[in-house]
């Protein structure tokens, strides 16, 4: 397995990865929710707002991260948004996700991220070293579906 940066000539397969993951885990509907979103990040954030990271083998992604610049007018951190994050159906639970994120996050901290924020499963972010957040902490771009799985990672020693 190889971790690699950027989407270039990759795009379409870290779409249809993320609208598969989320088809077969949250149903259709979710599916091309998130498959749109995908496709919406790539076509539209500029280049030095958004960070892909994927996991390959073989020449196939079988995982993706997208991180975006997340601002708060108040607040001069660095800081940036996952969303989202999938990992192939048939290679979960095999530390893909893991070794990934673990990639990612350590490329973001070199470059001077220092905080990832994200929603998810916090049973499997706390794998990685996210915590649970509130939005008084940091407010959320879009409304939570899930308050409690709103979670995040300090890349400093802050």
């Known amino acids: 397995m190889k971790i690699t940066t950027g989407f270039a000539g990759r795009a379409q397969a870290i779409i249809d990865l993320c609208a598969a ?5 949250e149903g259709a509907e ?3 929710r998130i498959g749109g979103l995908v496709r919406d990040l790539l076509a539209d954030t500029p280049a030095a707002e958004i ?26 951190h660095n800081v940036v948004l996952l969303s989202p994050m999938a990992v192939a159906t048939e290679r979960q639970r095999q530390g893909v996700g893991r070794t990934l994120l673990g990639s990612a996050l350590a490329a973001l901290r070199s470059e001077g991220v220092e905080v990832v924020i994200t929603s998810g499963d916090p049973d499997y972010y706390v794998q990685v070293g996210f ?5 008084v902490q940091a407010r959320a771009p879009l409304p939570l579906s899930l308050h409690h799985g709103w979670i995040g ?6």
């Open 30 to 32: 979710e599916g091309g």
């Open 51 to 76: 960070r892909v990271f994927c996991a390959e083998d073989q020449g196939q992604v079988v995982a993706a991260a997208v991180f975006t610049r997340l601002r708060y007018s108040e607040d001069p």
């Open 153 to 158: 990672q300090s890349l400093t020693d802050r």
């Open 21 to 25: 993951t989320f088809t077969a885990s």
């Open 131 to 135: 915590l649970p957040i509130t939005e």
